[in-house]
């Protein structure tokens, strides 16, 4: 695995790389080529150094017994952050240190799998920073965001698409979907819009008046 992208644009996606399940070197690779600033939360650290990749900022609470001292001279220059507080997830953390660095939007890989509740937490989380970063998680089989309450995007016929409601979401329309949302509410729990697909080659509009929904395009 080659080191990131030399470019350095804060107004590009920056990468998060969390501690869940790996993705395959050829989306990492995608994301680290474009990439101008690779954040990497502690406890992945060492999976991270394995593949190679050249890190910019290293974060966490550091509760794992490590110096991450060790770590300035093989990745030099690298930022270290601590990041004590144990009211948020280290991958919160991340997203704070972006939002104060004013970058706005990341990437972020190894959020999804291994343990259920981290996977939940991950997914579920970046709803408070709506208006703040643009966040994206990518795996080897979907990719998912935030909506906005209005979405526009051309896909291909059969794309599948699930809406994935965050609490209650009211109001939703769409256009050019397989199962048409008219004025419907979606309830975690009770009812999503998991498994649906694009009608036909062109734009798909998602529409909602209230609550925080989640999109994701998905690959079987």
Known sequence: ????????????????????????????????????????????IERVIDLGIKVDVLLGDFDR??????????????????????????????FDY?????????????????????????L???????????????????????LPNRFEKWYTAKTPISLIPIGVVNGIDSTNLEYALQNDTLTMGYRTGSSNSVAKDGIVTITHKSGDLLLMECID
């Open 124 to 146: 579920t989380n970046i709803v408070r920073y709506r208006n703040l970063l643009k966040i994206v998680i990518l795996d080897d089989h979907s990719k998912i965001f935030l």
């Open 65 to 94: 017994g490590f110096d991450p001292e060790i770590y300035k001279i093989a990745q030099y220059p690298i930022e270290i952050v601590y990041t004590p507080d144990q009211d948020k997830t280290d991958l919160e953390k991340a």
């Open 1 to 44: 695995m080659s080191s990131h992208h030399i470019v350095r644009d804060d107004q590009e996606p920056a990468l998060i790389i969390a501690n869940g399940a790996a993705c395959s070197s050829e989306l990492l690779g995608q994301l680290l080529e474009w990439s101008p600033l690779v954040v990497v939360l502690d406890s992945a």
């Open 98 to 122: 972006l939002i104060e660095r004013k970058i706005p939007a990341v990437n972020v890989v190894w959020a999804t799998g291994k343990r259920a509740d981290h996977t939940i937490t991950n």
